[in-house]
Structure formats: structure tokens, C-alpha cells
């Protein structure tokens, strides 16, 4: 069986030791993505909460660095933003340099402990080395708690349309929207989401960004909200709004209209991809909006098999809004840099399969280190599954049923998975959202993460497995008759 340094991914981001969760205070500047995350640095359960760093040229590669903000006498430091202050709107700049301001909850144990409400708070800290280091600011907190008990995670936007700063915040079962002129004074402008959306837990990690709809001039905000629990397949997830804003109300789209509790607007249908937020000072240039999020879910996440180090980022992906027939949609696939990465490469065309086929096998392609891509043209006849299997009789299977049009991933098979009663009691599903007549999949593998890209990223699934030994074999099987595999592309990913 493997355990620790065998389950630690290749290229997905881990803490060197210790527990992490959230990703947090996201930003680039000169060259260099920032990615600081929840952080506990003694022991591999979450603790008292640290802000871990590490940078990435292409946010594939990472570097840890020193951790970036400690716990303190008013409490952990929890979940957050971080902007790149370019008119110093702050007044921290000093001798020119560009302050870096990171915004986040504190959360004071003692106040928990005491049956208190209102332990949580905004503060904030500034860098003048580039994120490096942080500095608190004496007037903390900026925002007090009004007597909501789970009132956090504040996520900083620059808004230019509007020429201000806007902070969304979760507060129990809503979104608070504030305004800043200099990111130390907030005003709060209004709220949103009572009644609106999956509320099936408490509302945590928001992001507020505005985006180019694909292919078009119009440009619309988007909510990203997570909840926990309450995820499309229990426990965490992530979900999704979108709509206008006029410089302090959200307006939800009128496709949008009354949605519910049941939806399928989510950025991830899979288990594990919780707390995702995007990058804040992408050049606009590219225009792009780049996401990453915590590759685990609250049901399980602080009993997973490993040891000295616990929990993994997603792989970054870029987001794009779409629209088809007055609906909106938000697709996610992997960075483009991810293409710089890939070593040698296995193609086939035109495959019929009328069993069970072996596709690759570990000694084309190390499936603990992969990109692979196919193409289905024929729905009509495909009820198909995929297996990833090992000598060990671990199989982890996922697949598409036509007539439900619904993707599906059974982790239960896959190795270790007695940790936890809720990792692998379901299979996980996913409704098809595009209705192409070709479906096309990215399949991203690394030793203990599976993350599955169908229809250009409208239906995603990401999910963590604990295989008793590599993967060794991709196979296909067809559950109604021929299928017919128009592409299959596998690339090796090194690093
Ligand atoms: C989400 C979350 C946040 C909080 C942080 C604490 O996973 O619960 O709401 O700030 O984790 O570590």
C-alpha cells in the first residue's frame, strides 16, 4: 500500500508539511503569481490558522516561501484577498513602492469558546516587498462584526467601471457587498443571496469578478459563492451567479431568475475543488480570469491517508463565461501553460470499440502524470465508461449515460478509502450542460487527483484518490453496443 510520499502529487500544489486548506490572497505582480493558502504548520489537521505562501512563475510550478501572516492575540488568520495598490490609494506605499494589501477574517477562539457571536472580523496588512512580508495595520479590525457568527472571507475586486474598491464577504446565508476608496474605510452597500441558490450549509469564500461574455462585447459580474455543506454531491462545493452591478447592488441575470436550491450553477460538479477564488491584477491584455481551489471537501479532507503533509490545490484553470440560448455558463479548463509541460505523446484515431479495450498502459504513458484527450462524435450510441486500474485490482471508473446525459465518477474501487464513511458511500454525478453533438474530454491525472474537463470545460469534475499502487492501465468499455472513439490523445506531463 502507499502512503504520504507516494499519495504527494506531482504537480499539484501541497505544503512542504503540515495542513492546509483555502487558497488565499491571490494576486500577480512582476512576473510572479502569488498563491498564500490556511495554513497550519504543526500538525496535519486544521489548527490554528497561518497564511502559507508560495510563488509560480506559471502557476504550475511552485515555490514555498515563508509564511506570510501569523496568528496573533486577536485571533487566526482565516480566509482572504490580497490587491496589488497601484495609485497607493491605501497611503501605505513608501519610497514608491507598490503596496501590496491583504484583507482577511480574524477569527478569535476565545470568543468562540465563550459562546460569543461575534468572533470574526476584517483586518488588514500591507507588503512593500512584493507579498513577501506583511505588516498588520494598528487600526485593525477595519470591519466589526455585527453579530453574525459566520461572517468572513472577504475577497477584494478593483473596480474600474465604478472607480472603487468592492469587498464581498460572506455572512452566514448571504453575500455582503462594501465599497472603499482607500481599502481601509468600508462602507457596506448591500446584500444578496437570501433564498437564491444551494443553501444547504453555510455561504464561505466569495469572489466578485466581472467578465467578458466569449465572443462577444458584453461584459457581466459573476458571483462565485462555496457553501459547506451543500456541494452539487455533498459536503463542500462551489457554486455560481451571474448578473449586473451598478456600483453597489447585484442584480441576479433574469436567466437567473429565482433560482434554487437544485441548479447547475457550479464551477466543479466533482467532490473536491472547495474555496475557489480567481487571481486579482491579471493583465488586462490577456483579459484572462484564472482560478484555484482547495482540491478537497470538509466531509473528509482532515482524515485523508497521508501524514506529514495534507491537502492539495486544483490545478489553476482559466474561467470563461458563456452564453447559449439566454443562459449563461461558466467553463473552466486547465491554464494554457500546462501545455508547456508535456512530454512525449500517444495518439489514435478512428478506434471502434466493441469490449472492454486497453487504451494506454503506464509503459507508453505514466498515468500519474497525465493529459489525456478524446473525442466521441456518435452519442447516439454512448454509454461508455473509462476505468484506470492497477495490479492491485484498484479501479477508479468514470463515464457518460447518453439517455440521462449525465457524467458519473466511482471512486469506491480505487484503493484506500475507509478513512472516511463519506469519501466513496456515492457515485458522483454531473449533468451534461452543452448539447453538442460531439462530446470532447480532458482527463487530468496525478498520482492521487483525477480532474475531468467535458464539452470545453461546461461540465467539470475533480475528485482525489488514494490507489494502493499507481495507476497502470487506461481502458474503455462500452455499455450499449459499438462505440465508436473518434480521438484519443495522451500526453506525459514532466516537471
Ligand atoms: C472554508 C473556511 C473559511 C474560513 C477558513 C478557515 O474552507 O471555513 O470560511 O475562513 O476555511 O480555515
Redesign the pocket.
Known amino acids: 500500500a502507499q502512503s504520504d510520499t507516494d499519495f504527494r502529487p506531482n504537480f499539484h500544489f501541497t505544503p512542504e508539511s503540515g495542513w492546509m486548506?483555502?487558497p488565499n490572497g491571490m494576486f500577480y505582480h512582476n512576473g510572479y503569481f502569488h498563491l498564500y493558502f490556511?495554513h497550519y504548520p504543526d500538525d496535519n489537521v486544521?489548527g490554528p490558522?497561518h497564511w502559507g505562501h508560495a510563488i509560480s512563475t506559471d502557476m504550475i510550478t511552485w515555490k514555498e516561501q515563508p509564511i506570510a501572516l501569523y496568528p496573533d492575540e486577536k485571533g487566526y488568520i482565516?480566509?482572504g484577498s490580497a490587491v496589488v495598490d497601484h495609485n497607493n490609494t491605501s497611503g501605505f506605499g513608501e519610497e514608491g513602492k507598490t503596496p501590496i494589501i491583504a484583507m482577511f477574517?480574524y477569527?478569535d477562539p476565545k470568543g468562540e469558546k465563550d459562546g460569543e457571536i461575534d468572533y470574526q472580523s476584517q483586518a488588514i496588512a500591507y507588503s512593500l516587498d512584493e507579498g513577501k512580508t506583511f505588516t498588520k495595520y494598528e487600526g485593525n479590525p477595519v470591519i466589526e462584526n455585527p453579530e453574525i457568527r459566520d461572517f468572513?472571507?472577504p475577497k477584494i475586486t478593483r473596480d474600474e467601471v465604478h472607480d472603487q474598491w468592492i469587498m464581498v464577504l460572506?455572512a452566514d446565508d448571504k453575500t455582503m457587498f462594501y465599497t472603499s476608496q482607500n481599502l481601509k474605510d468600508w462602507e457596506l452597500a448591500s446584500e444578496f443571496g437570501r433564498g437564491l441558490g444551494a443553501h444547504g450549509g453555510v455561504w464561505?469564500?466569495p469572489d466578485f469578478i466581472q467578465m467578458n461574455v466569449k465572443g462577444t462585447d458584453e461584459k457581466k459580474w459573476v458571483l462565485i459563492q462555496?457553501l459547506?455543506p451543500g456541494g452539487f454531491n455533498g459536503g463542500?462545493g462551489t457554486q455560481y451567479f451571474v448578473g449586473d452591478f451598478d456600483g453597489k447592488t447585484f442584480t441576479l441575470d433574469e436567466s437567473m431568475k429565482g433560482v434554487g436550491e437544485d441548479h447547475s450553477y457550479w464551477i466543479d460538479f466533482g467532490k473536491d475543488n472547495?474555496?475557489g477564488v480567481t487571481w486579482a491584477n491579471i493583465p488586462k491584455e490577456n483579459g484572462r480570469t484564472l482560478f484555484m481551489g482547495?482540491m478537497s471537501n470538509?466531509l473528509y479532507a482532515q482524515e485523508v491517508p497521508t501524514e506529514t503533509w495534507r491537502s492539495a490545490m486544483t490545478i489553476a484553470r482559466e474561467l470563461r463565461l458563456e452564453k447559449e440560448n439566454d443562459a449563461y455558463t461558466i467553463s473552466s479548463m486547465p491554464v494554457k501553460e500546462l501545455k508547456n509541460y508535456r512530454g512525449i505523446s500517444y495518439q489514435e484515431k478512428d478506434i471502434k470499440i466493441e469490449e472492454e479495450t486497453k487504451l494506454i498502459d503506464s509503459s507508453k504513458i505514466d498515468l500519474t502524470s497525465a493529459e489525456i484527450r478524446f473525442k466521441i462524435s456518435d452519442l447516439q450510441q454512448s454509454n461508455y465508461k473509462f476505468k484506470l486500474s492497477n495490479s492491485q485490482g484498484d479501479e477508479l471508473i468514470f463515464g457518460y449515460n447518453h439517455p440521462k446525459k449525465e457524467f458519473y465518477l466511482d471512486r469506491s474501487g480505487a484503493g484506500q478509502t475507509e478513512f472516511s464513511e463519506d469519501f466513496a458511500n456515492k457515485i458522483s454525478v454531473a449533468p451534461r450542460i452543452s448539447e453538442d453533438k460531439e462530446l470532447d474530454g480532458v482527463i487530468i491525472l496525478d498520482k492521487t487527483s483525477i480532474e475531468l474537463f467535458y464539452d470545453d470545460g461546461k461540465t467539470v469534475i475533480t475528485e482525489i484518490v488514494f490507489p494502493n499502487y499507481p495507476w497502470e492501465q487506461l481502458s474503455i468499455i462500452p455499455e450499449n453496443g459499438e462505440l465508436s472513439l473518434d480521438e484519443i490523445e495522451a500526453y506525459q506531463l514532466k516537471f
Do not use: I, K, L
Request: proline share 0%; glycine share 0%; charged share 20%.
Open positions: 486548506n483555502d490556511q486544521w490558522m482565516f480566509s477574517t477569527h468572513r472571507d460572506s464561505e469564500c462555496s459547506n463542500s472547495y474555496a482547495w470538509w
